[in-house]
């Protein structure tokens, strides 16, 4: 089985801007779920998408949004980028207990 | 609310000797428990889980942790490290305490095996 695949590997951005990153999960995998990762915070929950409905948020502003499709791959954006969004992006699917990580997107805002 | 702790920001160790990182929780209900380890410009990689049942819990590439309920502890252990196991490791729990819910993290420990 194919591991979870994110795109792209790496973005830079300019403040204001928005950008969209992408997951596909494992084949089968109905869970996927979003984290941000930052020397500062550590890493921090997003949110979860399963069967095309969110089904958890954690707690970021309306600038981050998401969605996914009926394939289960799952898109996150960010608008109105700040200088404080550069992180690594990090997508989860999961089955049963275990969730699997991607490599994830490292996003740069300059 | 669900938390984690490592208490270490960093363990050093010498290859071949025991290793040791140590983590604590706080959870309403049964505890869901993970470690992960990641390598620099990577993902997250999956270890071991507890659940249920046995205290000490056999993963990945050598790796065992111990479930402590008394001391709501999960070290993470491994009895020969190796130069290859420096990367930063993270204990999670599941917000929820079940299958669902999202992975509470520590901070990470960066483990540093020298020759």
């Known amino acids: 089985k194919a591991g979870v695949t994110q795109t792209p590997r790496y973005l830079i951005k300019t403040r204001g801007q928005q950008v969209t990153l992408s997951c596909s999960p494992i084949?089968?995998?109905?869970?996927v779920s979003w984290y941000q990762q930052t020397p500062g915070q550590g890493l921090q929950f997003l949110f979860e998408y399963f069967s095309e409905t969110q089904r958890n948020k954690g707690n970021f502003p309306g600038r981050f949004s998401g969605r996914q499709f009926s394939n289960s791959r799952s898109e996150m954006n960010v608008s109105t980028l700040e200088l404080g969004d550069s992180a690594l992006y990090l997508c989860a699917s999961k089955e049963a207990t275990e969730a699997f990580f991607g490599q994830g997107t490292r996003l740069t805002v300059v | 609310a669900q938390s984690v702790a490592q208490p270490e920001d960093q363990v050093n160790v010498a290859e071949g000797n025991p290793l040791t990182v140590k983590c604590t929780y706080s959870v309403s209900g049964n505890p869901y428990l993970f470690w992960y380890v990641q390598y620099p410009n990577r993902g997250l990689q999956f270890l071991l889980k507890y659940i249920t049942g046995d205290n000490l819990v056999k993963g990945s590439y050598g790796f065992e942790a111990e479930f402590n309920k008394s001391q709501t502890s999960f070290h993470l252990k491994k009895p020969s490290a190796l130069v290859s196991d420096s990367a930063l490791y993270f204990c999670?729990?599941?917000?929820?305490?079940?299958?669902?819910?999202?992975?509470?993290f520590g901070k990470g420990t960066k483990l540093s095996v020298k020759p």
């Open positions: 084949s089968g995998h109905r869970s």
């Open positions: 999670a729990v599941r917000e929820y305490g079940g299958s669902q819910g999202n992975l509470i």
